[in-house]
Antibody, heavy 123, light 110 residues
Framework: QVQLQESGPGLVKPSGTLSLTCAVS?????????WSWVRQPPGKGLEWIGE???????NYNPSLKSRVTMTVDKSKNHFSLKVTSVTAADTAVYYC????????????????WGQGTLVTVSS | QSALTQPASVSGSPGQSITISCTGT?????????VSWYQQHPGKAPKLMIY???KRPSGVSNRFSGSKSGNTASLTISGLQAEDEADYYC??????????FGGGTKLTVL
């Protein structure tokens, strides 16, 4: 059974950098899947942040692209998210999720999700 | 890239059928058959219910079905049960390797 687990600081100061890691177990971050981040502000809907392939190819939400970086560490079976210059609007539960795909093509749906981690931006 | 439009809330009685709509544009739902639906209970992670418009993952009840017509996708739940009460989100490929979600619909089982 595939499991994903997010980890990282729960509190980030405004103008700082949000950094999260997603550990993959029961599968591999180096398999033929894409790996994605989705966030949900308190009481609001879901927002796709971006995706990364096992080879490190990335695609980002245009509205966040200038502030987002995703990386994948195949040897450690995890992938990571960084969001720079954060503001209170970045306060949200952050989910990592798996997207089936083959090679350079994602199939654009999420079949496994982590439990989510709340990140609050506040001084 | 704008969020897909879903009704804020829908309701139904046990045993009834309900349909949740998800309206996009020719840039997303209208062009690509890459619409998925997610169920989210309070405090929990979303769960995949439908992918590629109408395909159901293993383990998801056949009471859940999906369809698409033009720029609007729909999720239908038949034989409504108390445990179906949750938030539902649609999601569509929007071209240029991007995805867009709907705003979410709260389903209340009366």
């Amino acid at each position: 059974q595939v499991q994903l687990q997010e980890s990282g600081p729960g509190l980030v100061k405004p103008s700082g950098t949000l950094s999260l890691t997603c550990a993959v177990s029961g599968g591999s971050a180096s398999s033929s899947f894409w790996w994605s981040w989705v966030r949900q502000p308190p009481g609001k809907g879901l927002e796709w942040i971006g995706e990364i392939s096992q080879s490190g190819r990335t695609n980002y939400n245009p509205s966040l692209k200038s502030r987002v970086t995703m990386t994948v560490d195949k040897s450690k079976n995890h992938f990571s998210l960084k969001v720079t210059s954060v503001t209170a609007a970045d306060t949200a539960v952050y989910y990592c999720a798996r997207m089936p795909g083959v090679g350079a093509t994602s199939w654009y749906y999420f079949d496994y999700w982590g439990q989510g981690t709340l990140v609050t931006v506040s001084s | 890239q704008s969020a897909l439009t879903q009704p804020a809330s829908v309701s139904g009685s046990p045993g009834q059928s309900i349909t949740i709509s998800c309206t996009g544009t020719t840039s997303d739902v209208g062009t690509y058959s890459l619409v998925s639906w997610y169920q989210q209970h309070p405090g929990k992670a979303p769960k995949l219910m439908i992918y590629e418009v109408s395909k159901r993952p293993s383990g998801v009840s056949n009471r859940f079905s999906g369809s698409k017509s033009g720029n609007t996708a729909s999720l239908t739940i038949s034989g409504l049960q108390a445990e179906d009460e949750a938030d539902y989100y649609c999601c569509s490929y929007a071209g240029s390797s991007t995805l867009v979600f709907g705003g979410g619909t709260k389903l209340t089982v009366l």
